[in-house]
């Protein structure tokens, strides 16, 4: 007997109900399905969050940062099926104060990254905080300080003029109610290798689950005033990076937002000269 049949045989639930769901989400990553004509709402407080039909069905409430720590609230979750039969769960919540920092994420570099000297290191980073709003994100090499960011992306270039070995980034992040969160990674500073390619080129690209790393070597960049990195899917481009003044070498880090396919095109503007597309890969996003 599923739920909806539960609900048009019985008015009342209750405890059950709640039993009935909780006994569902262990079994199915805490979603249930819904069949044609049924429908869920969510009320917080008597106001309605949302209404959905499809599978999976889920929601995050989120609570306003000006809601008083202690104050209780009413959470109520109603099911209607095809014949006009409902029923209601209630639960009660207090809100507590909130202790825990963001959340913070490296998209690149990853553990363990092997870069050159005088080279550039991108650095994107992915910071939330399920609770309040993300204030501001530090980004410091070796604990000392290299910029602070108030606002998405979360990117800061690092240049590599440090010695040779290993060497640790550290990101800190405070939420709108003072909570901060650290993580680091080490990463290792290489001697310079000799460049083999003649004109700018695309290497050394590694697929990783959320981000796709590549190296972009420039053999000659005081002939260079910029390159341009563009990703591209059928016809539309999904990303684009300017570098300018570019050094030999410089580590890009690229989010994935989007999945199948992506050709990814380096373009080279040599001084008093038209820019021209010296490289390309096409690599499964």
Known sequence: MDLFEKIERTRHFGDTFLTWLCFESEENDGHFKLLNGEVIALYFDNQLITTDTLYPWQKTINIPADMPTGSKHLIEAVATDKSGAQGVAQIEVTIEADKTGPEIVFIGPVPQTRIPINSRLDALI???????????????????????????????????????????????????????????????????????????????????????????????????????????????????????????????????????????????????????????KKIDF
């Not at 405070?174 to 083999?196: C, F, H, Q, T």
């Not at 053999?219 to 563009?230: D, H, K, M, S, T």
């Open 126 to 280: 992915e910071v939330n905080d399920f609770q309040s709003s993300v204030r501001a994100v530090e980004f410091l090499l070796d604990r000392q300080s290299l910029t602070t960011l108030q606002k998405e992306p979360y990117r800061h270039t690092i240049l590599t003029n440090n010695k040779v070995g290993q060497h640790q980034l550290t990101i800190r992040a405070w939420d709108a109610n003072g909570n901060m969160s650290e993580k680091s990674i080490p990463i290792y500073y290489e001697r310079e290798k000799m460049l083999v390619t003649k004109t700018p080129e695309i290497t050394n690209v590694k697929n990783y689950r959320t981000s796709v790393s590549i190296d972009l070597t420039v053999p000659e960049p005081e002939n260079i005033e910029y390159i341009l990195v563009q990703g591209v899917k059928g016809e539309e481009t999904v990303f684009e990076q300017t570098i300018n003044n570019p050094l030999k070498l410089t580590q890009l880090q690229i989010e994935k937002s989007t999945q199948g396919k992506v050709r990814l095109e380096l373009w080279s503007k040599v001084k008093n000269q038209k820019i021209t597309r010296t490289s390309q």
